[in-house]
């Protein structure tokens, strides 16, 4: 078999499968916004320098999806777009919601983000009323990846509400349902990347890395806002996030600062840890620049 030289992309890190490498991430790191566009339109993120860009599925965070030819105009400025949605919470506002509720999926309110609930993500109803969708969707605009937010559902769900699960048994439905997510829409297109947001342990999982093209990690750093990052937990994520980064998975890291003394601290780490970064603020409802 003849062996293929791995590539550094444009935002910085390797074709999935590669060896990590030890050049910096571009200069034009990754754009994060999903409220707030201006007219309802990606204007804003198509202007930027950045590589990347995640945005939400819909304009209006509701029925109101991007279509092909707006996303289009984003990737013709070069950059590559993900589409962001959850797979182990639903927001009120969701089209979905209401036959979520109806069909007994909800389960514990987040107490972090009051309008979301976590679901049983391993229910069938779940792929197929509203991952699948969601994702056939981002196909059919033209993202070239979704990016899959709450996978830390299995650490949050109250177990009294699902007897018979354990934590163990929650984390590999959570893996098996992101690899589902990757085969289904890598059918299509090859070349869609899959990329959860945050619990990076989940690689510990059967099939999670294999299925994963990289990975989002929020709040290495700075917590929400400009707070070092100094807990246990902190450390754990980026050991964590540091193997993915060597298995040769994209890491898109975010973290919430305004002090420019933090903004420079982040970008400083991302350049020493090889990762794609952006500095914003948590409402992400903004284009901030990339780090100089």
Same mark, same amino acid.
């Given at each position: 078999?003849?062996?293929?030289?791995c590539v550094v992309?444009?935002?910085?890190?390797?074709?999935p499968g590669?060896?990590?490498?030890t050049?910096?991430p571009?200069?034009g790191g990754w754009?994060?916004q999903?409220?707030?566009?201006a007219?309802?339109?990606?204007?804003?993120?198509?202007?930027?320098p950045?590589?990347?860009a995640?945005?939400d599925?819909?304009?209006d965070?509701?029925?109101?999806?991007?279509?092909r030819d707006?996303?289009?105009?984003?990737?013709?400025?070069?950059?590559?777009?993900?589409?962001?949605?959850?797979i182990?919470?639903?927001?009120n506002?969701?089209?979905?919601a209401?036959?979520?509720?109806?069909d007994g999926l909800m389960?514990?309110?987040?107490?972090?983000?009051p309008?979301e609930?976590?679901?049983?993500?391993w229910?069938?109803r779940?792929?197929d #009323?509203?991952v =699948?969708p969601? /994702?056939?969707?981002a196909? !059919?605009?033209g993202f070239?990846? %979704?990016?899959l937010?709450s996978?830390?559902?299995y650490?949050?769900?109250d177990?009294?509400?699902v007897? #018979?699960?354990? =934590?163990?048994s /929650?984390?590999a439905?959570? !893996?098996?349902l992101?690899a589902r %997510?990757?085969?289904?829409?890598?059918r299509v297109?090859?070349?869609?990347?899959?990329?959860?947001?945050?619990?990076?342990?989940?690689?510990?999982?059967?099939g999670?890395?294999e299925?994963v093209?990289g990975?989002g990690m929020?709040e290495l750093?700075f917590?929400?806002?400009d707070?070092?990052c100094?807990a246990?937990?902190?450390?754990e994520?980026l050991a964590?996030t540091?193997?993915?980064?060597?298995?040769g998975?994209?890491v898109l890291a975010?973290?919430y600062?305004t002090?420019?003394s933090?903004?420079?601290g982040?970008c400083?780490?991302?350049r020493?840890?090889?990762f794609?970064?952006y500095?914003?603020?948590?409402?992400l409802?903004?284009v901030?620049p990339?780090c100089?």
């Amino acid at each position: 078999m003849t062996t293929v030289c791995c590539v550094v992309l444009v935002v910085g890190s390797l074709l999935p499968g590669c060896p990590s490498s030890t050049e910096e991430p571009a200069r034009g790191g990754w754009v994060y916004q999903l409220q707030g566009y201006a007219d309802g339109r990606l204007d804003a993120v198509a202007a930027s320098p950045h590589d990347l860009a995640v945005v939400d599925l819909a304009r209006d965070s509701g029925s109101g999806y991007f279509t092909r030819d707006e996303i289009a105009a984003v990737r013709e400025s070069g950059k590559r777009v993900l589409a962001y949605f959850e797979i182990g919470a639903i927001e009120n506002y969701r089209p979905e919601a209401d036959r979520v509720r109806a069909d007994g999926l909800m389960l514990n309110r987040w107490e972090d983000w009051p309008e979301e609930h976590f679901v049983r993500y391993w229910d069938s109803r779940w792929w197929d #009323g509203v991952v =699948r969708p969601r /994702l056939d969707q981002a196909l !059919a605009a033209g993202f070239d990846g %979704a990016y899959l937010d709450s996978p830390l559902a299995y650490e949050e769900i109250d177990l009294a509400l699902v007897p #018979g699960e354990t =934590r163990d048994s /929650l984390a590999a439905s959570m !893996a098996d349902l992101i690899a589902r %997510a990757s085969q289904h829409a890598k059918r299509v297109r090859p070349d869609f990347w899959i990329v959860p947001q945050n619990a990076p342990e989940l690689q510990d999982q059967r099939g999670y890395t294999e299925a994963v093209d990289g990975i989002g990690m929020e709040e290495l750093f700075f917590l929400a806002t400009d707070e070092p990052c100094t807990a246990d937990f902190c450390a754990e994520n980026l050991a964590a996030t540091r193997r993915l980064r060597d298995a040769g998975k994209v890491v898109l890291a975010v973290d919430y600062a305004t002090s420019p003394s933090h903004v420079e601290g982040a970008c400083r780490r991302y350049r020493e840890e090889r990762f794609t970064g952006y500095v914003t603020t948590q409402p992400l409802d903004r284009v901030d620049p990339p780090c100089s």
